[in-house]
T-cell receptor, first 110, second 112 residues
Framework: DAKTTQPTSMDCAEGRAANLPCNHS???????VYWYRQIHSQGPQYIIH???NNETNEMASLIITEDRKSSTLILPHATLRDTAVYYC???????????FGTGTRLKVLA | DTAVSQTPKYLVTQMGNDKSIKCEQN?????MYWYKQDSKKFLKIMFS???????INETVPNRFSPKSPDKAHLNLHINSLELGDSAVYFC???????????FGQGTRLTVV
């Protein structure tokens, strides 16, 4: 079972920041937080991952709370092409598998 | 070049048939996966291979048999297809245990 809880859907205006929350209250010390997205019916696409510290790459920023029980994915300037289902995944370093939950359907509005 | 490629992209077949889906990755990764996405859009892992060795088998019916001839390929053979096998099947690969996974574009299987 997925170890994360995400809102079912969110809307965001084009050009604004999209902040996608994720709860993972049962996360353990050796588990990473990953974010993927799936645009329409394409294959899931890796966005970012982190353990404790905040992370940033060319796509997004990941903010993890100090207690690591929740995190937020930030798309700084959302575009229409960012409309997708976003999955927050908690993954143990000792396992090879990603367990996907139901994700958040983000709709970027013109 | 496509990092993870699957063939065919679409597959329509009758119940009872046997079919195969092929997957190839050109990333030099050690680990490959098969995922199934059903009509409700749930993505579930089926199998994982590391260096051609099966490491994850998520209680998938034995009609499904993965085969990894080498590290770059992981094929999925399905015997006696059933209506419930209709889904989109995704292949993926990753380099390390904590490495990010690259997914293929999926194979939409329809069993009629």
């Amino acid at each position: 079972d997925a170890k994360t809880t995400q809102p079912t859907s969110m809307d965001c205006a084009e050009g604004r920041a999209a902040n996608l929350p994720c709860n993972h209250s049962t996360i353990s010390g050796n588990e990473y937080v990953y974010w993927y997205r799936q645009i329409h019916s394409q294959g899931p696409q890796y966005i970012i991952h982190g353990l404790k510290n905040n992370e940033t790459n060319e796509m997004a920023s990941l903010i993890i709370t100090e207690d690591r029980k929740s995190s937020t994915l930030i798309l700084p300037h959302a575009t229409l092409r960012d409309t997708a289902v976003y999955y927050c995944i908690v993954r143990d370093t000792g396992t090879y598998k990603y367990i996907f939950g139901t994700g958040t359907r983000l709709k970027v509005l013109a | 070049d496509t990092a993870v490629s699957q063939t065919p992209k679409y597959l329509v077949t009758q119940m009872g048939n046997d079919k195969s889906i092929k997957c190839e990755q050109n990333l030099g990764h050690d680990t490959m996966y098969w995922y199934k996405q059903d009509s409700k859009k749930f993505l579930k892992i089926m199998f994982s291979y590391n260096n051609k060795e099966l490491i994850i088998n998520e209680t998938v019916p034995n009609r499904f048999s993965p085969k990894s001839p080498d590290k770059a390929h992981l094929n999925l053979h399905i015997n006696s297809l059933e209506l419930g096998d209709s889904a989109v099947y995704f292949c993926a690969s990753s380099q390390e245990v904590i490495g990010d996974a690259f997914f293929g574009q999926g194979t939409r299987l329809t069993v009629v």
